[in-house]
């Protein structure tokens, strides 16, 4: 069986490291806010090239915190709109909703799958407010184009870095080119915990001094609380095993890239549209997507074989039963993307055995 992604032997790789930091982290008897966190705060910040980063509970929280401290800081109001990609995972719309903004969703570029700076443009009016780019599968969106349409339009920007921890443009990384960014940990994710986790990064203090004080209860001061917070802190064993993972996350994009440069050059099946990689450091390749018109077809054959493939997502935000009041509005490649994207096996640990048979099932399709 060639798994979609095998997280036990993923993390088995470092065990050893692992269970130390965890035993270091019970031994310490502080678990809530402690050296753990800061030290991988201050690590995730220095690796992003951001100068500030401040854990959260996980990557929805990393969004919806991001939006609201705008709010609390006057940035935005109720009712503001929110530039948002149609075909992304339903949490960037759930961000926006949350904190009673409107998501104004647009279609993507229909080579990338990322979405598109010229659909942002015709999206704006005088209630936008935020452009929330989805760097989509690992690969970062054009941000140079982004950045131009929100400085002539005094728009701030949010990226949604849950896939694309360590890409880059010309040598930045995602998590540096917006206002703020949010990021997941996920325990599938390039740099994944095992649990739920999540980060902001940013460079403007006062905006991570307000996140930090709202993900803990509104309160920079014990008992005295400043907002209306909540609690989404990043757990100490947890960024204690992030602290481990960071330390291999390059050596594994390496990998993730070394299996779709052979997915690439060796599947021929014309059937099968391949995704483009505009540049290599610009794709960490969390997933590894191709569009194929009779895809439960291929799905199902790949099945048969041993292969276990996934569909992201195969129902778009504005198609959900919780935003039924959406489907005013319709979406043509969005709506076609969720019937013909599959998810092909990559991972740090898939040796070319693997990747070279899914590639002879696929040319066989």
Known sequence: MIKFLDLKEINAQYRAELIEACTSVIDSGWYINGKQSSLFELEFASYCGSKYC??????????????????????IVDGDEVVV???T?????????????IPVMVEPDPITFNICPENIERAITPRTKVILPVHLYGQLADMRAIIDIAERNK???????AQAHGGKIKGRKAGNWGDASGFSFYPGKNLGALGDAGAITTNDKELADTIRMIGNYGSRKKYENRYRGVNSRLDEIQAAFLRIKLKHLDEEIAKRRSIASIYTREIENKKVSLPLSLDIEQHVFHLYVV??????????????????????YP???????????????????????????????????????????????????
């Not at 401040?54 to 940035?75: F, I, P, Q």
């Not at 728009?155 to 870095?161: C, K, V």
């Not at 709506?335 to 066989?364: A, C, F, K």
Request: negative net charge; proline residues 4%.
């Open 54 to 75: 401040v854990g959260v509970a996980n990557g929805l929280d990393a969004l919806t915190l991001t939006l609201r401290a705008w709010k609390e800081l006057g940035k």
């Open 85 to 87: 990609p149609a075909n």
């Open 89 to 101: 995972y339903i949490a960037s719309i759930l961000a926006i909703t949350e904190n009673s903004l």
């Open 155 to 161: 728009l701030l920007i949010l990226e949604d870095s």
């Open 291 to 312: 569009r194929v018109k009779d895809r439960k077809k291929l799905q199902d054959m790949l099945s048969a074989n041993g292969i276990e493939t996934l569909v992201h």
């Open 315 to 365: 129902i778009a935000p504005h198609l959900q039963t919780c935003f039924a009041s959406l489907r005013e509005v319709s979406f043509p490649l969005t709506e076609t993307l969720q019937d013909e994207v599959l998810s092909l096996p990559i991972s740090p640990i898939q040796n070319s055995v693997q990747t070279r048979r899914v590639i002879e099932v696929i040319n066989d399709f």
